[in-house]
């Protein structure tokens, strides 16, 4: 009777350990589109006071610096962790450009694009993670869940079109929502890809890399708009956004998206960014720019409806 209640406590400790790594991953990422909600509508009120590429340059640069600071008191051994990262750096060179790309065009679209529409529009980057992760990685998502992430899908196009049925018809998409499709999508590459080329490296470790590639890119190509940018005289919210962004939205949500990346599915992880457009929409009542048209609500309440199909999932 011991002997079998031995066996049975051994067969369930593997089960507990996997079912506590998957819940640290969905934690992760709740945290994580909180932290990403708050950037659109920050974003919103300074995207036309700064070049994109400047204003992400010094982003990333800050956030660059706060993880190192990180990797240096956490990592057991800092050496050879970036011993270890250093190993393939073109990995991280790639991962850095997807990531610059889409934080640029995040900017570029908010500059006509409401917070509320451009969050909605990040929503599709699980429909997109899907396909790029059967392609590179071979995930086949379950019937249940690619019916959830349909349906995110399309709460995310009420939003984008704002519930008007002929603009949906005739796809009449507003030129920020256009470009920061773009951006999601390179956004929605890089998932798959950090668990592909993951080699053990920590996640902290992984984002200080992709941060100091991201940090050269955006310092190259944008070094025209940093020089021609008067700093001294940028409105005091611009500065806000910028720290925001670098700490809460760069190196915290990196962070948080490296933890799940490695302990759950890459549709899963994106699946996430359906809470996103609530989370925006509250940042809006709290900066006093209102709440979107009632009938937007609905495709919000699909998006959420969704997410709770994949928690229900696991």
Not at 48 to 58: I, K, M, S
Not at 103 to 113: C, D, R
Not at 167 to 190: D, N, P, S, T
Request: aromatic content about 10%.
């Amino acid at each position: 009777m011991r002997k079998d209640m031995v066996e049975t406590v051994g067969r369930a400790q593997p089960l507990h350990d996997a079912r506590r790594r998957e819940w640290v991953g969905h934690a992760a990422m709740l945290g994580f589109s909180c932290l990403v909600a708050g950037s659109f509508s920050l974003g919103g009120l300074v995207a036309n006071e700064v070049a994109p590429a400047a204003l992400n340059a010094v982003r990333f640069l800050i956030a660059g610096a706060i993880v190192l600071v990180i990797v240096l008191v956490r990592e057991p051994a800092p050496k050879a962790a970036f011993q270890q990262a250093a190993q393939a750096p073109w990995r991280h060179c790639i991962n850095g450009t997807l990531i610059a790309i889409y934080m640029v065009l995040m900017f570029e679209g908010l500059k006509t694009a409401t917070p509320v529409s451009t969050a909605a529009v990040f929503t599709l980057s699980p429909l997109i993670t899907a396909g790029f992760s059967y392609l590179i990685l071979g995930q086949v998502l379950p019937k249940r869940v690619a019916l959830a992430i349909a349906l995110g899908g399309v709460g995310a196009l009420w939003v984008i079109f704002r519930a008007d049925l002929a603009a949906l018809v005739q796809f009449e998409i507003g030129r920020g929502e256009a470009i920061f499709f773009v951006g999601c999508a390179a956004y929605a590459l890089h998932i798959p890809l950090l668990r592909k080329w993951n080699r053990g490296e920590s996640a902290v470790m992984i984002s200080f890399a992709n941060l100091v590639a991201g940090s050269v890119l955006l310092l190259t190509l944008g070094a025209p708009a940093i020089l021609a940018t008067d700093w001294g005289s940028l409105p005091a919210i611009v500065w806000i956004t910028i720290l925001y962004t670098a700490i809460f939205a760069t190196a915290g949500s990196f962070t948080l998206l490296q933890i799940a990346s490695m302990r759950l599915p890459g549709a899963k992880v994106m699946a996430y960014t359906y809470v996103i457009p609530s989370w925006v929409i509250l940042w809006e009542l709290a900066l006093g720019h209102g709440a979107p048209a009632g009938v937007v609500f609905i495709g919000v309440g699909i998006t959420i409806a969704a997410l709770l199909m994949l928690l229900r999932q696991d």
